[in-house]
Nanobody, 125 residues
């Protein structure tokens, strides 16, 4: 069982940066791939980024590629999502998630077994 606590969200202006964190406990962090998703009211949860167990591979949705960077520190049991050049359309609740089964690309929510509680990111124009 892996517990995830995500945080670091807040209210920022267009063009600002934020770094989200995802702290894991209860398992061996290096055994899971980590993804970040986001969701706005009335819409499905959307894939944002993913990182493999030892950071060898990263994946991004097109709308954030070049602006967001996913990383992890297995020694600290923590993953991060550095978000630069934020836009109002990035406003959402962001969730980190852990995939114990697969290490390749995976953008579907059903591929992840464990989820954080979510952190709100609001970008004002």
């Amino acid at each position: 069982q892996v517990q995830l606590v995500d945080g670091g969200g807040g209210l920022v202006q267009t063009g600002d940066s934020l770094r989200l964190s995802c702290a894991a406990s209860g398992g061996t962090f290096s055994r899971v791939a980590v993804g970040w998703f986001r969701q706005v009211p009335g819409k499905e949860r959307e894939f944002v980024a993913r990182i493999s167990r030892y950071s060898s591979m990263t994946y991004y949705t097109d709308s954030v590629r070049g602006r967001f960077t996913i990383s992890r520190d297995n020694a600290k049991n923590t993953a991060y999502l550095q978000m630069n050049s934020l836009k109002p359309e990035d406003t959402a609740v962001y969730y980190c998630a852990a995939d114990l089964t697969n290490n390749g690309p995976a953008s579907a929510t059903g591929r992840y077994e464990y989820w954080g509680q979510g952190t709100q990111v609001t970008v004002s124009s």
